[in-house]
C-alpha cells in the first residue's frame, strides 16, 4: 500500500525549532518529487516546500523562506522539514505529499497525501 | 506570486445536480493546474490534473477544462459524497499557490 506518515509535530513556543518526518513506503520514494503543504486552523491550503527527486534542488515559498528546510533521505524513504524561528502564524495541519513533476515540462499533481501532522506555535 | 481565485466561495445544491466552480489565475499558468477535493478532518485527494486529466481512482461525474488563466472543476449529478471543499492549485511558477477553496454542500 502506498502511504505516507507523518511525525513531530507538537506544541512549541513562538522562536522555537521544530523538525518534520515523513515515512513513505509502499512506492520508489527516489522516484518522485516530494512536497510540504500546510493548513491553518479554518483555513486554505498553502505550499510550503518541495525537494526533487535527488535531493538537489529545493523551492520553498516566500512566508518560510530563510526558516524552514526542506531535506530528504532517499536510504530510509524519509522527507524532512526542519522548521526554525517559528510564529504563531506557523500554526497549521502540515501534510507531505508526493508529486508527479518535472520543472517545465510537466505537473501531474500531489497525488498521495499524509494523514498530516499539527504544528502549534504558542507561548 | 501567481494569485488564484475561485467562485463561487460556498455552493449549496441537491443530489443529481451539476455544480461548476470556477478558478482564475493571475497569469498564464498553460494548462498547470491541479484541483483537490478536501473533507473535513481528511487530507486533500487530487481530482484533477493538467488541467482536465482525470486522476486514476476518481469517478467520472468529474471533470476539467480550462487553460491560460481560467479554468472550471464540473461535478456531474452531485451525489451525497461530494460535500467537501474544492481547491485548485496552479504549478506553471514556483511557489506553487492554491485558490480559497470552495465549499459544495448537499
Known amino acids: 500500500e502506498v502511504q505516507l506518515v507523518e511525525s513531530g509535530g507538537g506544541l512549541v513556543q513562538p522562536g522555537g525549532s521544530l523538525r518534520l518526518s515523513c515515512a513513505a513506503s509502499?512506492?520508489?520514494?527516489?522516484?518522485?518529487?516530494m512536497s510540504w503543504v500546510r493548513q491553518a486552523p479554518g483555513k486554505g491550503l498553502e505550499w510550503v516546500a518541495n525537494i526533487k527527486e535527488d535531493g538537489s534542488v529545493k523551492y520553498s515559498g516566500d512566508s518560510v523562506k530563510g526558516r524552514f528546510t526542506i531535506s530528504r533521505d532517499n536510504a530510509k524513504n524519509s522527507l524532512y522539514l526542519q522548521m526554525n524561528s517559528l510564529r504563531v502564524e506557523d500554526t497549521a495541519v502540515y501534510y507531505c505529499?508526493?508529486?508527479?513533476?518535472?520543472?517545465?515540462?510537466?505537473?501531474?499533481?500531489?497525488?498521495?497525501w499524509g494523514q498530516g501532522t499539527t504544528v502549534t506555535v504558542s507561548s | 506570486d501567481i494569485q488564484m481565485t475561485q467562485s463561487p466561495s460556498s455552493v449549496s445544491a441537491s443530489v443529481g445536480d451539476r455544480v461548476t466552480i470556477t478558478c482564475r489565475a493571475s497569469?498564464?499558468?498553460?494548462?498547470?493546474l491541479a484541483w483537490y477535493q478536501q473533507k473535513p478532518g481528511r487530507a486533500p485527494h487530487l481530482l484533477i490534473y493538467a488541467a482536465s486529466n482525470l486522476q486514476s481512482g476518481v469517478p467520472s461525474r468529474f471533470s476539467g477544462s480550462g487553460s491560460v488563466t481560467d479554468f472550471t472543476l464540473t461535478i456531474n449529478s452531485l451525489q451525497p459524497e461530494d460535500s467537501a471543499t474544492y481547491y485548485c492549485q496552479q504549478a506553471n511558477n514556483l511557489p506553487f499557490t492554491f485558490g480559497p477553496g470552495t465549499r459544495v454542500d448537499i
Open positions: 505529499a508526493r508529486e508527479s513533476f518535472q520543472p517545465n515540462v510537466y505537473y501531474y499533481g500531489m497525488d498521495v
Open positions: 497569469q498564464d499558468i498553460t494548462r498547470w
Open positions: 509502499g512506492f520508489t520514494f527516489s522516484n518522485y518529487w
